[in-house]
């Protein structure tokens, strides 16, 4: 019997952003007269004439015109009142209410948080008023709520909405003062939903759902329009940094559960907060032949961001295979992953830094991981899922002791600063992080 195995990634690097700053340094020229002799000095008759210099140019203020394309992560809390009616006589009507908001959970990694992608493209007007259309695309980690209910009719069950994914399609109005941009935004919003219905206890009138019966309905279509405002501000090397609220009111959705013999109308609205960073195509932030464009300096030697991301397919090919069970390779099967992460780093203290990786993820391994000696894809450590979902896999502090030796030059990199490090050091690592990010050297 024999087995095969075939593999390709690639990984692509997204962001990396280590140290963004503009500096000047002005010269002041300094004019020496030496006079050999005082003949000569007494026949000078006045002083010397000098050149004025010449006035200094004001920096042009940015033009936000143009292409961008950029990354956010939200936060979202919101509600969805339903109503439900039952087949059959003699069945009360039901109604309640679902909270939408999540703390986050450091264990799971589970929130009412978001990550997303958007493009964009703005027009600014010589008097700097800004009209743009914008897209984007989120992804949740956990947005959504869920309600049990009981009644003589339908026993005891529990109804859950839960947000797949969601988009919009936006205009924005703004008005830009130099490198600040303050806008309002409105229009289309949609998402894909899913819809879950568990019988808990009892039998429902005219319905099939026994005790323990689930009922999921997958992907499921909502529309609705959105509104909000925002600011966004611009930073070197083509970059902006974008803080946005918006609300959104999706329309009323119905869903019928035929084994609970139920249909559900329900709402929904959403509140979320939204940090995202921009980068703009034709957007200049430094000093350029066509351009005269100077952003602010900035002070970010303490701040880091980097971001990558992996794509990786695995096909299995067809062999022959006597045996065949539940943790066997299945042959002639192929399975994709999908990742993207954010680096996000902050100096806090001397030796002190924190990290956090929100982190988007899709896929799933060859034969659920199963049917060989080792896993076939480090990227399908994660619980495979056909829609990108949001997690947090990292978020730490990391504090180092320098003891002395050789120092070492450390050099900018995911989850690291730049700096320097004696060959002799104690690090201390608390919070959330994979123990092979310490111990495993491969």
Same mark, same amino acid.
């Given at each position: 019997?024999?087995?095969?195995?075939?593999?390709?990634?690639?990984? @692509?690097?997204?962001?990396?952003?280590?140290?963004?700053?503009?500096?000047?340094?002005?010269?002041?020229?300094?004019?020496?007269?030496?006079?050999?002799?005082?003949?000569?000095?007494?026949?000078?008759?006045?002083?010397?004439? *000098?050149?004025?210099?010449?006035?200094?140019?004001?920096?042009?203020?940015? +033009?936000?015109? !143009?292409?961008?394309?950029?990354?956010?992560?939200? #936060?979202?809390?919101?509600?969805?009142?339903? =109503?439900?009616?039952?087949?059959?006589?003699?069945?009360? !009507?039901?109604?309640?209410?679902?909270?939408?908001?999540?703390?986050?959970?450091?264990?799971?990694?589970?929130?009412?948080?978001?990550?997303? &992608?958007?493009?964009?493209?703005?027009?600014?007007?010589?008097?700097?008023?800004?009209?743009?259309?914008?897209? +984007?695309?989120?992804?949740? $980690?956990?947005?959504?709520?869920?309600?049990?209910? $009981?009644? /003589?009719?339908?026993?005891?069950?529990?109804?859950?909405?839960?947000?797949?994914?969601?988009?919009?399609?936006?205009?924005?109005?703004?008005?830009?003062?130099?490198?600040?941009?303050?806008? %309002?935004?409105?229009?289309? /919003?949609?998402?894909?939903?899913?819809?879950?219905?568990?019988?808990?206890?009892?039998?429902?009138?005219?319905?099939?759902?026994?005790?323990? *019966?689930?009922?999921?309905?997958? &992907?499921?279509?909502?529309?609705? @329009?959105?509104?909000?405002?925002?600011?966004?501000?611009?930073?070197?090397?083509?970059?902006?940094?974008?803080?946005?609220?918006?609300?959104?009111? #999706?329309?009323?959705?119905?869903?019928?559960?035929?084994?609970?013999?139920?249909?559900?109308?329900? +709402?929904?609205?959403?509140?979320?907060?939204?940090?995202?960073?921009?980068?703009?195509?034709?957007? +200049?932030?430094?000093?350029s032949a066509d351009k005269d464009v100077t952003p602010p300096a900035l002070q970010t030697d303490n701040v880091a961001i980097h971001g990558q991301t992996t794509f990786?397919?695995?096909?299995?090919?067809?062999?022959?295979?006597?045996?065949?069970?539940?943790?066997?390779?299945?042959?002639?099967?192929?399975?994709?992953?999908?990742?993207?992460?954010?680096?996000?780093?902050?100096? &806090?203290?001397? @030796? %002190?830094?924190?990290?956090?990786?929100?982190?988007?993820?899709?896929?799933?391994?060859?034969?659920?991981?199963?049917?060989?000696?080792?896993?076939? =894809?480090?990227?399908?450590?994660?619980?495979?899922? =056909?829609?990108?979902?949001?997690?947090?896999?990292? %978020?730490?502090?990391?504090? *180092?002791?320098?003891?002395?030796?050789?120092?070492?030059?450390?050099?900018?990199?995911?989850?690291?600063?730049?700096?320097?490090?004696?060959?002799?050091?104690?690090?201390?690592?608390?919070?959330?992080?994979?123990?092979?990010?310490?111990?495993?050297?491969?």
């Open positions: 019997m024999s087995r095969a195995l075939l593999g390709v990634g690639v990984v @692509g690097a997204w962001v990396a952003m280590r140290r963004l700053g503009v500096a000047g340094i002005g010269l002041a020229g300094i004019g020496l007269i030496v006079l050999a002799g005082s003949a000569q000095a007494a026949d000078l008759s006045g002083a010397l004439p *000098t050149k004025a210099p010449p006035p200094a140019m004001p920096a042009a203020a940015y +033009d936000w015109t !143009g292409f961008y394309l950029g990354g956010h992560v939200g #936060y979202a809390v919101g509600s969805s009142n339903w =109503s439900a009616t039952q087949t059959g006589a003699g069945a009360p !009507g039901l109604s309640g209410s679902l909270d939408f908001t999540n703390a986050y959970n450091f264990s799971t990694g589970e929130g009412s948080y978001l990550l997303g &992608l958007q493009a964009g493209y703005d027009v600014m007007s010589a008097g700097r008023w800004l009209v743009g259309v914008k897209t +984007d695309i989120a992804f949740p $980690s956990f947005v959504g709520g869920n309600q049990s209910f $009981s009644t /003589a009719v339908t026993g005891t069950a529990n109804y859950l909405e839960r947000v797949e994914f969601s988009g919009d399609v936006l205009g924005r109005v703004g008005y830009a003062p130099g490198n600040w941009l303050f806008y %309002a935004t409105g229009g289309f /919003a949609w998402s894909y939903d899913q819809f879950t219905r568990i019988q808990n206890a009892g039998f429902p009138a005219g319905g099939t759902a026994v005790p323990g *019966t689930v009922e999921n309905l997958y &992907l499921k279509p909502r529309a609705g @329009g959105a509104a909000g405002a925002g600011v966004e501000l611009a930073l070197p090397a083509h970059w902006t940094a974008q803080l946005e609220y918006l609300f959104t009111d #999706y329309a009323s959705r119905s869903v019928m559960f035929p084994a609970g013999a139920q249909k559900f109308d329900s +709402d929904l609205m959403l509140n979320e907060l939204r940090f995202g960073l921009n980068y703009r195509f034709n957007g +200049d932030s430094s000093q990786l397919e695995q096909y299995a090919p067809p062999f022959r295979s006597p045996y065949t069970g539940s943790n066997s390779l299945i042959p002639n099967e192929g399975r994709e992953t999908w990742d993207a992460t954010i680096f996000l780093g902050l100096r &806090l203290w001397s @030796g %002190a830094e924190f990290w956090v990786d929100p982190e988007i993820d899709q896929g799933f391994g060859l034969s659920s991981t199963l049917g060989v000696a080792g896993f076939p =894809s480090g990227e399908a450590y994660k619980v495979g899922e =056909s829609v990108p979902y949001a997690r947090v896999p990292r %978020a730490f502090i990391r504090q *180092t002791i320098d003891l002395g030796g050789d120092v070492e030059k450390v050099d900018a990199d995911i989850d690291k600063f730049s700096g320097s490090q004696t060959a002799n050091r104690l690090v201390i690592t608390i919070g959330k992080f994979g123990v092979t990010d310490i111990f495993d050297t491969n």
